[in-house]
């Protein structure tokens, strides 16, 4: 489980790293709003929306696995699932910072 979950991180981070690349190396400007162009050469291109399919594929390893452990009562062996899982579900700071992040992200795009 963890191979998996080391391959489908290096997938995502190596994809985003593409798409940042792609964006930046073509100059169009970050959002489809009111842009033909990034919307024909970068955003229709597939590689651009395989980063959140295997974003997607790692986060649902992470909850299936949780989801294991609490189902087989093995929530005392502490592994990196469990423990990232319950914190983001219990603290507020977490869930919070990567709502503003988010946010951030969204707005810094649009006026980029």
């Known amino acids: 489980m963890i191979t998996n979950t080391i391959v489908y991180t290096l997938l995502g981070s190596g994809l985003m790293a593409a798409n940042f690349y792609m964006t930046y190396e073509l100059?169009?400007?970050?959002?489809?709003?009111?842009?033909?162009?990034?919307?024909?050469?970068?955003?229709?291109?597939?590689?651009?929306?395989?980063?959140?399919?295997?974003?997607?594929?790692?986060?649902?390893?992470?909850?299936?696995?949780f989801k294991e452990e609490r189902i087989t009562g093995n929530m005392g062996v502490n592994s990196i699932y469990g423990r990232s899982v319950e914190m983001v579900r219990n603290n507020r700071l977490p869930?919070?910072?990567?709502?503003?992040?988010?946010?951030?992200?969204?707005?810094?795009t649009v006026y980029w």
């Open 95 to 108: 869930r919070y910072t990567g709502y503003l992040l988010s946010l951030a992200l969204i707005i810094g």
């Open 27 to 65: 100059n169009l400007g970050a959002t489809i709003v009111m842009n033909e162009e990034f919307f024909a050469k970068i955003f229709m291109n597939p590689l651009f929306h395989f980063s959140p399919f295997f974003l997607g594929i790692l986060l649902s390893l992470v909850y299936w696995n």
